[in-house]
């Protein structure tokens, strides 16, 4: 593996987390592939497993796809089962893909791997333009509220890299993607993952495109804005009391950033109680700071001694959360059980914990055709529903569009202790 920076320069990067969607065939996994092979990011052992797989399997060129379908179903049936997470970096920034399977009965590994990405490459294969699997991926990374996707028009080699074909494809594309995601950043890139074109190295057969190869756009995209900066959340999850001589009085509130900004002299509201108090200091390992903004992990000391712990939330004083116990929300049903209606959960939303009552389902999405099938009683694995929760302690939490990580549940069967559903918050009543 080819280390071009100190082990002090990797960590300060900024990370990156993408994943992949797109339909069988269309050439996910080898596009991973090439993106590590051509980045030097592949280790030398990793590299020789490969190239003796690839002549067992008969293979005249390096299968790249090998590089991450580890499973033996997935080499055997040439198609992406299981999520398979890689990591690799560059000069520039370090990443994390999740490459996940594109067909209906893996939805639930689709969410898992898309839920924390920043970037989605969609794969077009350039032969069949825009298909009906095309719009169900567009969709989920519309409502998993991936900011950027980058569609990568695949196989340009096998239609003689014609600018024509791209130009077709990238405009049935925009057509769909204005109805479902109209705010989104939308990139295109013709590529051939199987030949390098447009991956890592800019294309010599296409001379008509000029806006950057795949790598390009993954190291410059302008992720810093991604987290919610605007309101100010703040999940408790310890409370920090050493009872030493040296910190006697000491008590602080350790967590992670879910949005805004906190600074020391900072107003804020404590929720659930509502009272106003004001941060003293913003404490981490290696000393006080003067700003803690999103992923950050801190710990904030309060002017006034409040009862406050885990589970409960460090607000902004004018842009409150919704405090509700009636929640609406997306769910993806993860579990071969299904869920049926007035269905008791273990509910679970940023450190907070509660038990909640399936109310209502509103309807359940046939993510083919993006028909809402109302009158249904229970939810089955794979399927994407709109129900109505009713949650025994109020929850503070946000729209989903808003901020992923106050807007984001999961359900969990008590029984069982198994997670059963990945929610995204729509609304509260």
């Known amino acids: 593996m080819d280390q071009t920076f100190s082990s002090k320069a990797y960590l300060g990067m900024e990370l990156l987390r993408f994943t992949t969607a797109g339909s069988v065939d269309d050439g996910k996994s080898t596009l991973i592939g090439r993106l590590l092979y051509d980045s030097k990011s592949i280790f030398e052992d990793q590299l020789d497993a490969v190239k003796r797989a690839s002549i067992q399997k008969g293979s005249e060129h390096l299968n790249l796809a090998l590089f991450t379908d580890g499973l033996r179903a997935e080499r055997e049936q040439g198609i992406t089962i299981d999520v398979a997470y890689r990591y690799f970096a560059t000069p520039q920034r370090k990443f994390i893909i999740a490459d996940t399977p594109g067909h209906i009965q893996y939805t639930r590994n689709?969410?898992?791997?898309?839920?924390?990405?920043?970037?989605?490459?969609?794969?077009?294969?350039?032969?069949?333009?825009v298909i009906e699997q095309t719009h169900r991926h567009a969709f989920l990374a519309a409502l998993l509220g991936i900011p950027h996707i980058i569609v990568c028009i695949n196989k340009m080699d096998l239609v003689d890299f014609r600018e024509d074909v791209y130009r077709s494809i990238l405009g049935d594309f925009q057509a769909f993607a204005s109805r479902v995601f109209p705010d989104q950043d939308m990139r295109f890139i013709p590529i051939s993952a199987l030949r390098g074109d447009n991956v890592v190295k800019p294309s010599q057969n296409m001379p008509w495109y000029s806006d950057g190869t795949l790598l390009h756009h993954l190291e410059t995209i302008p992720i810093s804005q991604d987290?919610?900066?605007?309101?100010?959340?703040?999940?408790?999850?310890?409370?920090?009391?050493?009872?030493?001589?040296?910190?006697?009085?000491?008590?602080?509130?350790?967590?992670?950033?879910?949005?805004?900004?906190?600074?020391?002299?900072?107003?804020?509201?404590?929720?659930?109680?509502?009272?106003?108090?004001?941060?003293?200091?913003?404490?981490?390992?290696?000393?006080?700071?003067?700003?803690?903004?999103?992923?950050?992990?801190?710990?904030?000391?309060?002017?006034?001694?409040?009862?406050?712990?885990?589970?409960?939330?460090?607000a902004g004083t004018d842009d409150l959360p919704?405090?509700?116990?009636?929640?609406?929300?997306?769910?993806?049903?993860?579990?071969?059980k299904p869920l049926q209606l007035n269905g008791k959960y273990a509910l679970k939303h940023t450190t907070r914990d509660a038990r909640c009552l399936v109310k209502y389902i509103d309807y359940v999405l046939n993510i083919s055709t993006?028909?809402?099938?109302?009158?249904?009683?229970?939810?089955?694995?794979?399927?994407?529903?709109?129900?109505?929760?009713?949650?025994?302690?109020?929850?503070?939490?946000?729209?989903?569009?808003?901020?992923?990580?106050?807007?984001?549940?999961?359900?969990i069967d008590e029984a069982s202790n198994e997670t059963v559903a990945a929610g995204m918050i729509v609304g509260n009543d």
């Open 110 to 129: 689709m969410v898992t791997g898309a839920s924390t990405a920043n970037a989605a490459i969609v794969l077009i294969d350039a032969r069949n333009g």
């Open 322 to 336: 919704r405090e509700s116990c009636d929640i609406t929300a997306m769910v993806c049903w993860m579990n071969p």
């Open 227 to 314: 987290h919610d900066l605007v309101h100010k959340r703040f999940p408790v999850q310890y409370v920090i009391r050493p009872e030493s001589d040296e910190f006697h009085d000491y008590r602080g509130y350790a967590g992670r950033v879910a949005g805004g900004f906190f600074h020391p002299g900072d107003r804020v509201t404590i929720l659930p109680s509502g009272l106003e108090n004001e941060i003293v200091s913003i404490d981490t390992l290696t000393g006080p700071l003067q700003e803690a903004h999103p992923p950050m992990s801190v710990t904030l000391t309060l002017k006034e001694d409040v009862d406050l712990g885990r589970g409960d939330m460090i």
């Open 370 to 411: 993006l028909e809402q099938v109302t009158g249904i009683a229970t939810v089955r694995m794979n399927d994407i529903a709109r129900v109505q929760l009713r949650t025994t302690k109020p929850l503070f939490s946000d729209n989903y569009t808003t901020n992923r990580i106050t807007g984001s549940i999961i359900l």
